[in-house]
């Protein structure tokens, strides 16, 4: 017999009628969602052929709960693990910590600044609470990745700006759109966690679990984009008597092409058109070939320029090894705190 999540059992069809079958439900699962005889059940046919069974009514609101303890996690590790509680899909965090040990306020509000819906609602000398106010549908994944995309492509319409005259300081704000891009993946990323577990956010967001699988390579696609225009635009900043020279590289002068193969991938997201697609695919294409014979050209100026050129290549390889193994990392931290979330049910 299955006694809970995860567990199987297998049950045989019973004739009740000349055309009807009739199949008995787990006596646990009726009493964990306060069944009652004549109770009403939703029965969905999925696309995958399975049934899948539902209380039509949901009578108790369920939270997840996770509770944190500085003395038992790795020194300055709280906000790791206070992210990883959030894309983990926790409804109320709780942090506990001793009189004698530091305030983790100054986390606490980095963590709100990184993420989106959270607010302290009780603290005291010995714990903080923290809970989620917002929906998981409240705010649509792709409304999240326009806003991402707009961010990206609104950066670099401002280096061309700079590049073309205007001010340094028309970028200098860049940290902050950066850090909302962030803000937005890490948002996606909670959302599609919590689609994955509950049907229900997945009816709200209108999204299957195989199309919220895309929406999450999408917007980390985006995020990593703007990591890149973030370093353009901190290196122009910290050397602009180099942006005369820089304006007349292949690098820059093709931007305006990559924003409009991106803007049209950005439209095909609803539309999906393939001939489309396929026309901004092969644009970029063309842009990486075109690329890539320009840092051929520098390689081949000088055997100074060449070992520089294969130095700072080699260096930004295994400096994206250490960014991708610290995501990786991160995934772990995540799925750790998943594993000690939870449920709290209101009555």
Same mark, same amino acid.
């Given at each position: %017999? #299955?006694?809970?999540?995860?567990?199987?059992?297998?049950?045989?069809?019973? #004739?009740?009628?000349?055309?009807?079958?009739?199949?008995? =439900?787990?006596?646990?699962?009726?009493?964990?969602?306060?069944?009652?005889?004549?109770?009403?059940?939703?029965?969905?046919?999925?696309?995958?052929?399975?049934?899948?069974?539902?209380?039509?009514?949901?009578?108790?609101?369920?939270?997840?709960?996770?509770?944190?303890?500085?003395?038992?996690?790795?020194?300055?590790?709280?906000?790791?693990?206070?992210?990883?509680?959030?894309? !983990?899909? #926790?409804?109320?965090?709780?942090?506990?910590?001793?009189?004698?040990?530091?305030?983790?306020?100054?986390?606490?509000?980095?963590?709100?600044?990184?993420?989106?819906?959270?607010?302290?609602?009780?603290?005291?000398?010995?714990?903080?609470? =923290? *809970?989620?106010?917002? +929906?998981?549908?409240?705010?649509?994944?792709?409304?999240?990745?326009?806003?991402?995309?707009?961010?990206?492509?609104?950066? &670099?319409?401002?280096?061309?700006?700079?590049?073309?005259?205007?001010?340094?300081?028309?970028?200098?704000?860049?940290?902050?759109?950066?850090?909302?891009?962030?803000?937005?993946?890490?948002? @996606?990323? *909670?959302?599609?966690?919590?689609?994955? $577990? !509950?049907?229900?956010?997945?009816?709200?967001?209108? &999204?299957?679990?195989?199309?919220?699988?895309?929406?999450? +390579?999408?917007?980390?696609?985006?995020?990593?984009?703007?990591?890149?225009?973030?370093?353009?635009?901190?290196?122009?900043?910290?050397?602009? $008597?180099?942006?005369?020279?820089?304006?007349?590289?292949?690098? /820059?002068?093709?931007?305006?092409?990559?924003?409009?193969?991106?803007?049209?991938? %950005? /439209? +095909?997201?609803?539309?999906?058109?393939?001939?489309?697609?396929?026309?901004?695919?092969?644009?970029?294409?063309?842009?990486?070939?075109?690329?890539? &014979?320009?840092?051929?050209? /520098?390689?081949?100026?000088?055997?100074?320029? *060449?070992?520089?050129?294969?130095?700072?290549? /080699?260096? $930004?390889? @295994?400096?994206?090894?250490? #960014?991708?193994?610290?995501?990786?990392? $991160?995934?772990?931290? +995540? %799925?750790?705190?998943?594993?000690? %979330?939870?449920?709290? *049910?209101?009555?």
């Amino acid at each position: %017999m #299955a006694l809970g999540p995860g567990d199987h059992d297998v049950r045989k069809l019973q #004739a009740t009628g000349g055309s009807t079958f009739t199949l008995s =439900l787990p006596k646990p699962w009726v009493l964990h969602n306060q069944l009652e005889p004549r109770s009403s059940l939703k029965v969905d046919w999925r696309p995958s052929g399975a049934l899948r069974i539902t209380p039509l009514e949901q009578n108790q609101r369920v939270e997840r709960h996770v509770r944190i303890t500085l003395e038992d996690i790795p020194e300055n590790s709280l906000h790791d693990h206070l992210m990883g509680a959030y894309i !983990s899909g #926790a409804d109320v965090i709780v942090i506990y910590h001793s009189t004698d040990q530091s305030s983790p306020a100054k986390i606490v509000r980095r963590f709100l600044r990184s993420t989106r819906g959270f607010e302290i609602v009780e603290q005291n000398q010995t714990s903080t609470e =923290l *809970r989620c106010l917002l +929906n998981p549908g409240d705010m649509p994944l792709h409304a999240s990745l326009k806003r991402m995309y707009l961010l990206v492509s609104s950066l &670099v319409r401002d280096l061309q700006e700079v590049f073309s005259g205007c001010d340094i300081d028309f970028i200098s704000d860049h940290e902050e759109r950066e850090s909302e891009v962030d803000g937005l993946l890490y948002l @996606v990323e *909670r959302q599609i966690r919590i689609v994955f $577990e !509950s049907y229900q956010a997945a009816s709200r967001l209108n &999204v299957s679990r195989g199309q919220a699988l895309e929406f999450a +390579n999408l917007a980390r696609c985006l995020e990593r984009m703007m990591d890149h225009v973030n370093n353009l635009t901190i290196f122009i900043i910290e050397h602009n $008597e180099h942006i005369p020279r820089l304006n007349l590289t292949p690098p /820059i002068q093709k931007l305006p092409l990559w924003q409009e193969s991106l803007k049209e991938l %950005m /439209i +095909n997201i609803r539309t999906q058109d393939s001939h489309r697609i396929e026309t901004a695919r092969r644009q970029l294409k063309t842009l990486q070939t075109e690329l890539k &014979v320009y840092e051929h050209s /520098i390689f081949e100026d000088e055997k100074k320029n *060449r070992q520089m050129a294969s130095s700072l290549s /080699i260096s $930004e390889s @295994v400096r994206r090894l250490c #960014a991708y193994s610290r995501d990786f990392g $991160e995934v772990l931290l +995540n %799925m750790k705190l998943a594993s000690v %979330m939870v449920e709290v *049910r209101d009555r």
